[in-house]
Nanobody, 124 residues
Framework: QVRLVESGGGVVQAGGSLKLTCTSS????????MAWFRQAPGKERRIVAG????????YVADSVEGRFTISRDTAKNTLWLQMNSLKPEDTAVYYC?????????????????WGKGTQVTVSS
């Protein structure tokens, strides 16, 4: 089974930055893309950024475009989310997830494996 573990969350003031890390183990070759999702209090869980395993394609949601960057190191089985210019509305639990799709998908139920999440709180 694939196991995903997020780290790097915390409390930051508006305008600050955080970098989230997702480490994976036991990766199946059938898991061909990864993504970061977030769930704010009282809101649905939505994708914020995704990348194919090959790195050929990346995606960022409109709400974070220009502020967040997704990257991965296939050799180290590591995924990152660099978050800059953070806003209070970015406050959420952030999750990494893996999908068998060879293209980035934005639907939550297309992802087979999930980390437990890491809390990001942006204060102002």
């Amino acid at each position: 089974q694939v196991r995903l573990v997020e780290s790097g969350g915390g409390v930051v003031q508006a305008g600050g930055s955080l970098k989230l890390t997702c480490t994976s183990s036991g990766r199946s070759l059938s898991q061909n893309s990864m993504a970061w999702f977030r769930q704010a209090p009282g809101k649905e869980r939505r994708i914020v950024a995704g990348v194919t395993w090959s790195g050929h394609v990346t995606y960022v949601a409109d709400s974070v475009e220009g502020r967040f960057t997704i990257s991965r190191d296939t050799a180290k089985n590591t995924l990152w989310l660099q978050m800059n210019s953070l806003k209070p509305e970015d406050t959420a639990v952030y999750y990494c997830a893996a999908s068998p799709a060879s293209v980035i998908v934005v639907v939550e139920n297309e992802y087979d494996y999930w980390g437990k999440g890491t809390q990001v709180t942006v204060s102002s």
